[in-house]
């Protein structure tokens, strides 16, 4: 199996700056790609940001400038970190990842349990 465990999250007010870490384990071979997805009570997930394997990244615009996205392929884990953070970032956190298991298996796709960011204004 694999896990995904994410941390970092917590309050911060208007203003302030929080790292978010992911840390992948398990029976993994390879990770293609990664990336961190939000919801917000009463919405639907939306993505955030996501990275590739090579480390080309891409964000939602409502973060861009402000978040910056990591990976430490040797470690299995996913960072992000984000500056300048607002109330409407309040939202639950999901890390995901497409994990190849072994050698010839199939790229499946992993979701940690979320991490709660909480923005004061």
């Known amino acids: 199996q694999v896990q995904l465990v994410e941390s970092g999250g917590g309050l911060v007010q208007a203003g302030g700056s929080l790292r978010l870490s992911c840390a992948a384990s398990?029976?993994?071979?390879?990770?293609?790609?990664m990336g961190w997805y939000r919801q917000a009570p009463g919405k639907e997930r939306e993505l955030v940001a996501a990275i590739t394997s090579s480390g080309s990244t891409n964000y939602a615009d409502y973060v861009k400038g402000r978040f910056t996205l990591s990976r430490d392929n040797a470690k299995n884990t996913l960072y992000l970190q984000m500056n300048s953070l607002k109330p409407e970032d309040t939202a639950v956190y999901y890390c995901k990842a497409d994990v190849v298991r072994t050698i010839t298996g199939p790229t499946m796709r992993y979701w940690g349990k979320g991490t709660l960011v909480t923005v004061s204004s």
């Open positions: 398990g029976s993994i071979f390879k990770i293609n790609d």
